[in-house]
Every structure is written in C-alpha cells, then in structure tokens.
C-alpha cells in the first residue's frame, strides 16, 4: 500500500516483493513447499526441479534482494502423463498433480502458518499468482502451431486440477510455449526429455509475476539449428561452444537450486503509420514509406559472381547464389535470467552461433491467460527499435518493408506477426501498390551483442534474417530468395523508418 501511494502500481510491485522477502516466514513456507514437492516427487518416481525466485532475479534491489520469494517449479513430462497425442491427464498424473496442487492452496498454506501470523502475512501467503506453462520438445509428434495450442491445452489441464484442488481460479495463469524456451539442448534425447516439461512458478502478486514474464529468456544454443552451426564456429574458431550447453537431464526429486538440468504498440513517425494503417486494411492500396530512398546502395553477397542471370518472374534483390544452410549469425554470448542458472560462469561468454533461417522454423507461443476471465496478461516492454516499428531496406530496386516490427522482452510470449510489403522496380512513385504483401511468422534469438529478427516470408524471397547490434536502429538483412530454381542470398542494410 505504501509503495502504491508513493510511487503508483510500480511503486506496489516493489513494495510487495519487498514484503514477502522481508521476514522468514515467505522463505518458510518456500522451504516446506519443496520438502512437500521432494515428498511427492519421491513417491511418484517423477523428475522435478526447483529454483527460487527472489526479487533480485526479478530485477529488484534492496536487502532482502536475495531471500525467496516463489519457486520456479521444472517438472519433466511423463511417458504415461497424458494420453498419446492430447491434452487429456491420466489417472496417475491426476492423482499426483492433485497432490501438487494442494500445496499452493491457501486453505493449506494457512493451515501450515505459525499463530502468530499476522491478517497481512497470511493474506500475502495465501494469495500467491500461480502460472502453469506447457513445453515441448521441437520433436512432438505435432509441429508448428500445433506445438503451441497442445502445450496451452496441456497447461490448462493441469491449471483445471490446481483449480480443483483449492487454489483459487482468480490466481491462475496459464500458457503454452510450445518448443520456445528450451532448457537444454534439443539435439540431444537427453536433453529433448528434458524440454518436454510442466513448469509451475507461483510468485506474491501479479506485479510481480509480469516482472518475472519479462526475464524470460532462451539460450539460443539450445534450439535444434544451432548445433551443427555452433560447432562449425567451434571448429573454425576454437572455441568450445558446447559447454553453454551443459547439463544433464531433470533429476529425480531434485529440488535444489542448481538442478541438472498482444498487445501491438503504436507505430511512430509518419512512414510508420502509413504503413501500419495500409497494412491493417486488407482493401487498402498500401503505400510505400517515403523515407526509404530508392537509391539506397545495396550489399550484395560476398560470393555474388560478377554476371547472373534472373529468370523470368523472379525477384532480383541483388544478390548471389549460395548453399543452404546459408550465412551463420553470431550473437555474442548468450543472455541468461533463468531462475535455475544453466550456463556456468566458465562458460558464460562462449559465442553463440546461430544458424540461417533456411534451417529453422517458426517457434509459435499463446498468450498468458487468466483461468478464470481468460483475460491476456499483455507483455510490459518490449525491445528498444521493435515496438509495432517499421523497417525496411531498397534491395536492388525493390522496396522491402516490415511493418509493426515487435519484439517482447518475455521471450516466451507471443510474437505479433508484422506484414510483408515488396514493391518491386519502385520507381519511387508513393502510390504504387506493392507486388507482394503478406503476414509473417517471426522468431526472435537474442545475445549480448546483436538480435536477430527472422521473418518467414514465404514470397518472392523465402525468409529475412535481420540482424541488429546492441541500441541500433539499423542492421544487415540476409535475405534468402530463389532464382531459376537456386538459392540466393542478398545482404541490404536495413533501417528503422522514425
């Protein structure tokens, strides 16, 4: 309350985390919560982790930045957990999960609190936000967005058994992140076991689990692409990146800290809306943005021969042949909040080495929900350049626009596909109508140095790697295309258009 009157809702969220860590009662009642988990774990033969969560994990400071706060909860999916191919809970993993749920519930939890807990204490410790998150390995049966809605409805099975079990509806989150936030390597059984996981993390307030939304990341060595490419940099580099892959598979009961292992935002300036507003219009001549000069110069690839030829129909965006798996991208180290620490200080600024988006597919997520309204929990920030921007670049003649560009700072929540606009030959005529538009899925990887955003164009170029240093505004495209049957790859720079 105090920190809502001094400083308004962040103020609250600050005030809240602050008070729970202040006393030992929170970190008591964490402490009881994984004996209960290990109990449980033990009697079901299951494979479960668990990290705590504090407020300096979430970004906060302050003395009690270290004392816990809510546990982020691993559980390992089961062979026999739900039935084959759906979402539907066996009787086993009912009956165990069942008996998860009751330790989140206040009835429970109040029943577990000292007498001398004051009203505020027990109304803090029984009215934890509890978010449940389906994840699968990136070789499920099912693929593309399937992987997201069988993990949302996964997730709202066992967010239904926790609702029965006593916690309150109004206090359950839940989601699917299908194949997007791996915890380990999915090139490896081990390590795809591993990914196909239930997480459950329960914090003091919504504030705070928004604060915890935002830290999510995804080590990008970790997606099935990478690894042959990461190697490749290994081999040419000497760097061993495959330590920023280690770890093992969950472990049985483990509940230590160190377990082996859309909201659209406005466009801005004027080429931007003019853009967004054509895009969002499906009868609408979109117009191309008028900062984009149509002399802009163009990279071409650095194995482009001197002579092509362009078969007829084609796009020539400038650039040359090449060989899938096309160019590997290097982003630095990798970024890393998880609340379970995998990668080693050893190890923390080994490069990690994307490959092409030839080799890769879309990573689809849904959006975290309320169990009871179904109402979005909007992502809070997003990434400085892509917040519903527009970019775009003059390959060769052919105007190419992304509008409403957005990057969440939660890796895990959902990515708002921009629309596509080519106007090929453009003459710099403002009311030509483009050649191709299109709506994209997109996958964001992030290091420490640069972020790629890769656009799944499927048109007249196969897909766009755009390639962003740290606090910049503009960054090399790889833009793939085919050419008489050929792969192409041309490297315009592109830019933010303010």
């Not at 929990?377 to 670049?393: E, I, M, N, Q, S």
């Not at 003059?394 to 190419?400: I, P, T």
């Not at 997109?442 to 140095?449: C, E, K």
């Amino acid at each position: 309350m105090i920190g809502y009157l001094s400083h308004g809702a962040k103020g609250a969220v600050i005030g809240a985390a602050a008070g729970a860590g202040g006393g030992f009662l929170i970190g008591h009642l964490m402490d009881s919560r994984r004996c209960g988990l290990y109990k449980i774990a033990q009697a079901n033969q299951l494979n479960l982790a668990s990290a705590s969560i504090t407020p300096g994990k979430l970004g906060l400071q302050g003395k009690d930045a270290n004392s816990a706060i809510g546990l982020d909860v691993q559980l390992q999916n089961k062979s026999d957990e739900f039935e084959v191919g759906s979402s539907k809970l066996t009787r086993a993993a009912r009956a165990y999960l069942a008996q998860i749920a009751q330790l989140y519930a206040p009835q429970a939890v109040a029943a577990g609190l000292p007498a001398s807990a004051s009203p505020q204490e027990r109304q803090q410790a029984t009215q934890h936000s509890v978010l449940i998150v389906g994840h699968t390995d990136a070789q499920d049966a099912t693929s593309g967005a399937d992987l997201a809605r069988l993990s949302q409805e996964r997730a709202k099975a066992v967010a239904d058994v926790f609702a029965q079990n006593g916690v309150p509806a109004s206090n359950i989150y839940y989601q699917g992140a299908g194949d997007a936030l791996p915890l380990m390597s999915n090139t490896t059984q081990q390590g795809r076991e591993a990914n196909d996981r239930v997480q459950i993390v329960d914090v003091p307030t919504q504030g705070d689990l928004q604060l915890y939304l935002q830290r999510r990341g995804a080590n990008p060595a970790n997606f099935d692409h990478v690894a042959t490419m990461a190697g490749h940099a290994a081999e040419n580099t000497g760097a061993d990146t495959s330590a920023s892959r280690d770890g093992a598979a969950l472990p049985t009961a483990n509940t230590s800290d160190t377990p082996a292992p859309q909201t659209q935002a406005s466009t801005r300036g004027s080429a931007a809306k003019q853009a967004a507003v054509a895009a969002q219009s499906p009868s609408a001549v979109a117009k191309p943005p008028r900062s984009i000069a149509a002399t802009a110069p163009v990279q071409t690839a650095r194995n482009a021969p001197a002579q092509r030829s362009v078969h007829a129909g084609s796009y020539d965006f400038g650039g040359g042949p090449i060989h899938p798996p096309g160019e590997p991208i290097n982003l630095g180290a990798a970024v890393d909040h998880s609340m379970f620490s995998l990668i080693t200080s050893a190890h923390a600024d080994t490069p990690v080495i994307v490959g092409s988006c030839l080799s890769d597919h879309p990573h689809p997520t849904t959006p975290v929900r309320n169990l009871k309204t179904a109402q979005e929990l909007p992502p809070r920030d997003f990434a400085r350049g892509f917040y519903g921007t527009v970019w775009g670049t003059n390959a060769n003649g052919n105007l190419v626009a992304i509008t409403g560009a957005t990057i969440p700072l939660d890796a895990g929540a959902p990515i708002p596909r921009p629309t596509v606009l080519i106007y090929r030959n453009y003459q710099g005529n403002v009311h030509q109508a483009p050649s191709f538009k299109g709506q994209a899925n997109v996958n964001v990887y992030r290091g420490t140095q640069k972020t790629v955003y890769r656009v799944f164009i499927d048109g007249p170029a196969r897909c766009l790697d755009l390639v962003v240093a740290d606090a910049q505004f503009k960054g090399q495209g790889n833009l793939y295309y085919d050419d008489n049957g050929s792969a192409f790859l041309a490297t315009p720079e592109f830019a933010m258009q303010r």
